[in-house]
């Protein structure tokens, strides 16, 4: 129903500019209410991918940066505007309470700040961030000793000359408590101006979770908009992300295929090319629906093959599976073949994958040939199927790899698979409407950000030394690219890996990712086994190797660990069946 929706939406939505098919998928949506959901989030997307600029950006088959990166930005700027309101109301509320208590408590805050800030320190320096540690240093044993200074003053110049409010305390406060103690009342209103902050906040956040962020209410183009200096920052994301170069970070646990999920099966074959001596026979396994019943030898005239014929040959094969020919056929849905180029990411200046400091993540046809005939290293090429399922939320990916080397066909297949959406983000579509019992329920949730709201204070502090920070020093990644001789611009962070869940929330996710791995599989082994045939080659070799993947490919899974086990069937007296860990598992 949901995916229904945003398919009517997509194609009612007027052309140019107009958000593409994935900006309306389900996926798209439940990672636009991750910004809300969960600060992390919103932080890491705001930190890593937008404000990284200097890294290349992981692709997404099933989503759209755009709103995701819009949203992100704006509950961010929510937070803010609530924790800055929560650090003035405390601020006030603490000058006045000087105003009429005893100077104890502007040096008991003062010393566990100075403390807080000589911790935040130290840590900083053992990490090596020497400048942020000289600067909580000189804030702890200058500045904040200096405020606490001057406060005293003005609770000594308030007192001295009869403006401080004690004297009026007796009137408000607590009967029998000496005078010159906590003012209550002055507690209890900025406490009811914090929790108020608080329950707006909360709110404002449940109307836009349980109101334009549901599956009938959804836009991708009322998403929030950016200032203006962050718009173009986002189109630039959104260009990258539908780029045909991959460049990823070498070494590091950061996995090459960043932005397509978990690796669920890989295997190579090799198979000599020489020319056929004899009638060969297909078997029946790699037997294509378009050739003969009876599978009858024919004899075939010796054609040398060239790579970029066998590359059209697969790519016409598996793109077949989208719209197949028969009418009984099933067709995958959603699938995309297309060449990408994967590319490690320490590079030098004037590399032909920059452009200035900015990785390059599109690049034209010729050198996309070029990049499949040349030998494999730090730059190489796979034919790329992507195909999509579960409303955009599972993806699976399958790369294939085909070169002639030494008189050999070599054919490397590698699939990986995306889970779907966590559970902590898809739990907005059980959100209920913001009735009168959800609004009281948001004032009770608002209670507990009460206790908390001196963590506002540190994070509004610890922003705004950032963004100074930020003004007087040159960021790192640019030292790194003028000092260096080359620079890491490999992508680190995947906004699609982040939202995703530990492992599959429904089973039935496995299985369809399987089955479209199997089925792409299947028909990549008989398009090359058919393809060498026509032309002439020997292609006994590469059958049986090919029968053996496909006989071998049968998985199941141990439910207690959730991984994948290849499981050959045994038959006949004495056989036995080895079991094989496939890398990748759930």
């Not at 297909?282 to 054609?303: G, K, Q, R």
Request: charged share 20%; hydrophobic share 45%.
């Amino acid at each position: 129903m949901a995916q229904d929706v945003g398919q009517a939406r997509a194609a009612e939505a007027p052309q140019g500019g107009a958000p593409p098919a994935a900006a309306y998928s389900n996926a798209t949506r439940y990672l636009c209410a991750a910004s809300y959901l969960d600060d992390g989030f919103a932080e890491t997307v705001v930190e890593q991918i937008i404000r990284g600029e200097h890294h290349a950006v992981a692709p997404a088959h099933g989503i759209h940066l755009g709103p995701i990166l819009r949203h992100a930005l704006a509950a961010r700027r929510r937070r803010l505007v609530r924790d800055g309101l929560v650090t003035a109301v405390l601020v006030m509320g603490f000058v006045a309470g000087v105003a009429v208590t005893s100077v104890w408590l502007v040096q008991a805050v003062a010393l566990v700040v100075s403390l807080w800030l000589l911790f935040g320190a130290f840590v900083r320096l053992v990490t090596g961030r020497f400048l942020a540690a000289f600067g909580f240093f000189v804030t702890a044993v200058v500045v904040i000793p200096v405020a606490a200074s001057v406060l005293t003053l003005l609770a000594f110049k308030f007192q001295g000359y009869g403006v401080g409010l004690g004297d009026l305390q007796p009137e408000y406060g607590v009967p029998g408590l000496p005078s010159g103690g906590p003012p209550w009342l002055l507690v209890l209103v900025t406490l009811l101006a914090v929790w108020g902050i608080c329950a707006g906040h909360r709110l404002a956040v449940h109307h836009t979770l349980a109101v334009e962020l549901t599956p009938q209410m959804y836009d991708p183009a009322q998403a929030p908009p950016p200032g203006a200096g962050l718009a173009r920052r986002i189109a630039e994301l959104e260009y990258a992300q539908e780029g045909n170069v991959s460049i990823y970070s070498p070494g590091g646990d950061v996995s090459p295929f960043i932005g397509f999920g978990k690796i669920q099966e890989e295997w190579n074959l090799v198979t000599p090319l020489r020319p056929a001596t004899s009638f060969d026979v297909v078997p029946d396994d790699l037997a294509e629906a378009d050739e003969d019943a009876d599978n009858a030898a024919s004899p075939m005239t010796f054609v040398p093959i060239d790579i970029d014929e066998f590359h059209d040959r697969v790519r016409a094969g598996v793109e077949s599976l989208a719209a197949p020919g028969m009418e009984m056929e099933e067709a995958i849905s959603q699938l995309v073949v297309e060449d990408r180029v994967f590319v490690a990411g320490l590079l030098p200046r004037g590399s032909r994958y920059l452009e200035g400091d900015r990785p390059r993540q599109h690049v034209d046809a010729d050198e996309v040939r070029r990049v499949a005939r040349a030998e494999r290293g730090r730059v190489r090429h796979y034919l790329c199927v992507r195909m999509l399922a579960w409303q955009s939320e599972l993806e699976v990916t399958a790369f294939v790899h085909l070169s002639t080397r030494g008189g050999m066909l070599y054919v490397e297949f590698v699939a990986t698979v995306q889970p779907g959406i966590s559970a902590d983000y898809r739990r907005v579509d059980t959100y209920e409407r913001l009735d009168l019992r959800n609004a009281m329920r948001a004032l009770g949730g608002a209670v507990g950000d009460v206790f908390l709201s001196p963590l506002a204070v540190s994070r509004v502090v610890g922003t705004g030394w950032r963004a100074l920070w930020d003004l007087v020093r040159t960021p790192g990644d640019v030292k790194q690219i003028r000092r260096q001789l080359m620079f890491d611009y490999g992508c680190r962070h995947s906004v699609r890996e982040r939202g995703a869940a530990p492992q599959h929330a429904v089973r039935f996710q496995l299985y369809d990712a399987l089955e479209r791995i199997a089925v792409v599989q299947r028909r990549t082994l008989g398009v090359v086994v058919r393809t060498l045939r026509e032309h002439g080659y020997d292609v006994s070799d590469i059958s049986g190797q090919a029968t053996t993947v496909i006989n071998n490919s049968r998985f199941t899974t141990n439910v207690s660990n959730s991984t994948l086990v290849n499981s050959p069937v045994a038959t006949g007296n004495r056989a036995r069946a080895l079991f094989k860990t496939i890398a990748g598992g759930e």
